[in-house]
């Protein structure tokens, strides 16, 4: 029972911080990413992918810590990226951006304040949606290769029950 509370509060731990960075409505959380997946390549794919060689019950919680450190690396990425177009010269900001300045591009207040934090979020998002899709379709590939002839499939990637998440790796990382 200890260890059930403790696994419960470590994943509150490591999505909150993320629901509130993600600002509420803006981008899909953690839970609701892995809720997708388990839907679209099955309850026993998604066990093969998250929880190789165990009992898959805590496939669901092995994921959404996935999705929300993939979430955390596409926010410090986009914070990079908003940082360097920040700093570069207006004039050639503009010339590359429509005659925008940064603050104009990504500004959604009078005053144009928030525009490194809405930078960071669209940014990040893209990035998060991105990495979510291109999981997903992996996913679906390696379903689709492994229902077309296991044999093949087992001699590809292996035997081991960590077959699934080693194809689906090698998709993701091809896209």
Do not use: W
């Not at 600002?23 to 997946?37: H, I, L, R, V, W």
Request: with cysteine.
């Amino acid at each position: 029972m200890k260890r059930v509370l403790f696994l419960l509060l470590a994943a509150i731990a490591v999505m909150a911080p993320a629901a509130l960075a993600a600002g509420g409505d803006q981008g899909t959380s953690p839970a609701k990413a892995c809720t997708t997946e388990l839907k679209a390549i099955g309850a026993a794919n998604f066990k093969l992918l998250y929880a190789p060689g165990g009992s898959g019950a805590n496939a669901m919680g092995k994921c959404v810590s996935k999705h929300a450190k993939l979430a955390a690396a596409a926010r410090t990425n986009a914070a990079k990226a908003c940082g360097a177009e920040q700093a570069m010269d207006d004039a050639a900001f503009r010339a590359a951006h429509g005659g925008k300045s940064f603050a104009e591009l990504y500004g959604q207040n009078e005053n144009d304040k928030n525009a490194f934090g809405k930078c960071v979020s669209a940014k990040a998002h893209a990035a998060t949606i991105a990495a979510e899709a291109a999981t997903l379709k992996a996913a679906k590939a390696c379903k689709a290769e492994r229902a077309a002839g296991k044999a093949a499939f087992t001699a590809r990637y292996g035997g081991k029950a960590s077959a699934f998440g080693k194809c689906v790796s090698a998709k993701s990382k091809q896209q």
